[in-house]
């Protein structure tokens, strides 16, 4: 006999929704955002310090990335934008998605950031 699923608003309810690919509620998106503060901060410093380089460099080489294709982004940005994806999540997704387009040249620049940060 299995257990029931977890309540909405808990982080083993948000992670059952991204697993089973589900719309993540707001209660379910705070209660994960809490663990993960609460988490977060349990790490010693240098390790957050270390992980903050390393989003920052990962970052870094998306922008880079798309300043290198200017016109390819613009029109992922549209796809996105009228797929209805939320405004502020359109560039982001776009850089990303152009990534997986062109992963020898992102995974150059990603080695560019992390190397200026001093980051294997």
């Known amino acids: 006999m299995s257990r029931p699923p977890a309540p909405c608003g808990t982080h083993s309810a948000y992670t059952r929704h991204v697993r089973l690919s589900e719309p993540v509620d707001e209660a379910c998106r705070v209660a994960h955002n ?24 990962r970052r870094h080489a998306l922008i880079r990335l798309g300043e290198a294709h200017p016109d390819r982004l613009a029109e992922l940005m549209a796809e996105l934008a ?12 776009a850089r990303r998605r152009l990534a997986t387009e062109h992963p020898a040249e992102f995974a150059r620049l990603h080695a560019q950031e992390r190397a200026e940060r001093g980051l294997k």
């Open 82 to 93: 009228t797929g209805g994806q939320r405004g502020w999540q359109v560039r982001p997704a």
């Open 34 to 57: 809490t663990y993960q503060r609460d988490y977060s901060a349990t790490l010693p410093a240098a390790v957050r310090l270390r992980y903050a380089l390393r989003k920052d460099a």
